[in-house]
């Protein structure tokens, strides 16, 4: 069962193209006005393509002490030459798509190859972005405030976990008996519902989501909390359980890269070559 409770358009595929480009940034003789980054925005990688974009799914820090954002890695689709592994370099700006003046908020720093698949890779569908320093982190998006990091004790692993798994590693269940719920943030507004699947730590559930909200924010409903409503400003907070990451041709149509598949990932990523990938240890923001 699941309640729309702001609706724009009719939802669509969630895949965008990441594009290199350039945008005119305040001169380094003065400084940039304030910027906040938060779940839910808006954001480009080519500055004359403003329509080709994505979505933040979760800004905070990595265990390097790096200000990091994640977003889906199927943005990077037409740059596979530098998929799968650490960028360094400033090659790839990610730009605030309604303020693309200010200048870069940050910059690409992996994205896995989808390998064929227009939605991306089945686990590994995540990007890491490094921010620059002149930004401020926020927990708080438009509409969701991230709590920290899911976490699921007990839960079946995650298909990208080391043994033994994290806790934030594990899945949250899917079967008759579970009742767990996605509260989602995007275009067409705050959504929640049940999810019915999870196949490798893909979730299936029933918010939409439509092209451009790639990335975007997804928060486990924790039981017993407010579910968004006129009441309360269509506003929920829970922990970081996703992002989103596009359609199938299946109902409910909506799937989910969960958190456990990145941070996973990351780690296993990590371990095999310490201090060296970007996003290891990533940590939700408690900054509001």
């Known amino acids: 069962m699941f309640r729309r409770l702001i609706s724009l358009a009719a939802a669509m595929a969630a895949t965008v193209t990441l594009g290199l480009g350039t945008a005119q940034a305040a001169s380094a003789e003065e400084p940039r006005a304030a910027k906040r980054v938060h779940n839910a925005m808006q954001i480009v990688f080519n500055a004359s393509t403003p329509n080709s974009f994505c979505t933040i799914g979760a800004v905070g820090n990595d265990d390097y002490g790096r200000r990091i954002a994640i977003s889906a890695g199927h943005c990077g689709n037409g740059y596979y030459q530098h998929a ?8 790839l700006p990610v730009y605030h798509r ?97 999810i019915t699947n999870n196949a490798q730590g893909v979730y299936q559930a029933h918010p939409q989501h439509q092209a451009g909200d790639s990335g975007g924010p997804t928060i486990w409903h924790v039981p017993g909390t407010a579910y968004p409503s006129e009441a309360n400003g269509y506003r929920a907070e829970g922990p970081w359980a996703g992002i989103t990451k596009g359609m199938i041709i299946s109902y409910p149509w909506y799937v989910y890269t969960s958190s456990a598949n990145i941070l996973a990932d990351l780690r296993a990523r990590d371990t095999a070559d310490p201090a060296d990938v970007f996003g290891a240890g990533f940590e939700v923001t408690a900054n509001p």
């Open 84 to 91: 799968d592994r650490e960028l360094r370099d400033n090659i």
């Open 98 to 194: 309604q303020d693309i003046g200010w200048g870069p908020i940050g910059w690409v720093r992996y994205f896995k190859d989808p390998e064929g698949s227009m939605t991306g890779h089945v686990t590994k569908d995540y990007m890491v972005i490094e921010l620059v320093p002149e930004v401020t982190l926020s927990s708080q998006g438009p509409t969701l405030k991230q709590t920290g990091v899911l976490e699921v004790p007990g839960g079946t692993p995650s298909p990208n976990a080391l043994s033994p798994a994290l806790n934030s590693e594990r899945l949250l269940g899917a079967a008759w008996f579970n009742n767990n719920e996605l509260v989602v943030s995007g275009q067409l507004g705050i959504w929640y519902g049940r």
